[in-house]
Nanobody
Framework: QVQLVESGGGLVQAGGSLRLSCAAS????????MAWYRQAPGKQRELVAVITRGGIVNYADSVKGRFTISRDNAKNTIYLQMNSLKPEDTAVYYC?????????WGPGTQVTVSS
């Protein structure tokens, strides 16, 4: 059984920073793409950033230059450094990973940015 567990969410003022972490645990043979998604109230879940096992990254236009995704393959963990946060970044952030041919989601962590 594979589990993804996010941490690092919280309440921050606009312009502040947060760092999210997501660790994969369980029976893991290979971890391929890992990503962060977010879902704001009343909106569809959207891709925030994705990173391949080799470290190639891609970002949503709305977070380019402010967010940085990284990963530690030895720990099966990804991170999302979020700087210059805006109220519109408020959402539940979900970790996503393709592990040994299957897709997994974390339970999500709330990020709230106050104006």
């Amino acid at each position: 059984q594979v589990q993804l567990v996010e941490s690092g969410g919280g309440l921050v003022q606009a312009g502040g920073s947060l760092r999210l972490s997501c660790a994969a645990s369980g029976t893991i043979f290979s971890v391929n793409n890992m990503a962060w998604y977010r879902q704001a109230p009343g909106k569809q879940r959207e891709l925030v950033a994705v990173i391949t096992r080799g470290g190639i990254v891609n970002y949503a236009d709305s977070v380019k230059g402010r967010f940085t995704i990284s990963r530690d393959n030895a720990k099966n963990t990804i991170y999302l450094q979020m700087n210059s946060l805006k109220p519109e970044d408020t959402a539940v952030y979900y970790c996503n990973a393709y592990i040994t041919g299957s897709q997994y989601w974390g339970p999500g962590t709330q990020v709230t940015v106050s104006s």
